[in-house]
């Protein structure tokens, strides 16, 4: 890429500045069956899909996208698809916190444990996927870039915004490989959903930020 130091333009409103993130993982757990007749299923039948429903209300309620905000992590059931004989269940798993994180992970991984000593080895299969990791530790040593881009915020008449992302962006997966990548505002709302919507006077506001932070460097 040959730059020591960036800005990826991927957050909400103009006036944002996020430099902390999510730890992300994914999380597919694979439930295996047995299917026979219904009618002669007493002591035999194992449906995947119960007990795929059953493995989902082991995870805490109070632990969900719709029920957490700030820095609270969360698993999120992404998506379900099962029969008789066999069902999956694909999360998405969020921390800031890393040790909150690697917990996140060891529990899933004790749940997996759990259903194959209740219903025989190997009815449970999981795999756990690393996707990317908070970049706030990779931006402190570099907190020029704040700095500036603070500066930048505050020269095009707007107060700098510094929530932590409750996802994540390309700039935290190139911070972990050694380009510092702090995220600037769209002026975008209500991403990933039919409510999604951006303004051109927004979008002017969000150059005219990425103007002042060249300035700045070059100054």
Not at 103 to 129: P, S
């Amino acid at each position: 890429f040959g730059a020591d130091f960036a800005y990826t333009v991927d957050g909400g409103d103009v006036g944002e500045l996020e430099y902390c993130n999510f730890n992300a993982a994914s999380a597919v757990f694979t439930v295996h069956g047995f299917s026979v007749h219904p009618g002669s299923a007493k002591g035999l039948m194992r449906n995947a899909a119960n007990l795929a429903v059953e493995l989902h209300a082991m995870l805490p309620a109070d632990e969900r996208p719709e029920t957490t905000e700030g820095t609270e992590g969360f698993y999120h059931l992404d998506k379900l698809t099962g029969s008789v004989s066999e069902a999956r269940l694909e999360y998405i798993v969020r921390d800031h916190d890393r040790q909150k994180f690697e917990a996140r992970k060891t529990f899933l991984r004790q749940l997996a444990d759990t259903m194959n000593q209740t219903y025989g080895a190997g009815t449970v299969e999981l795999q756990l996927k690393d996707s990317y990791y908070n970049m706030e530790e990779k931006i402190r040593p570099y907190f020029h870039l704040i700095e500036h881009a603070r500066e930048a915020i505050r020269q095009a008449g707007l107060e700098p915004k510094e929530p932590p992302i409750r996802g994540g962006t390309d700039g935290a997966r190139l911070s972990w490989m050694g380009l510092p990548c702090p995220n600037l505002g769209t002026g975008g709302f209500n991403f990933h959903g039919p409510c999604e919507c951006i303004t051109a006077e927004r979008m002017d506001k969000s150059v005219e930020i990425l103007l002042n932070i060249l300035a700045l460097y070059a100054a």
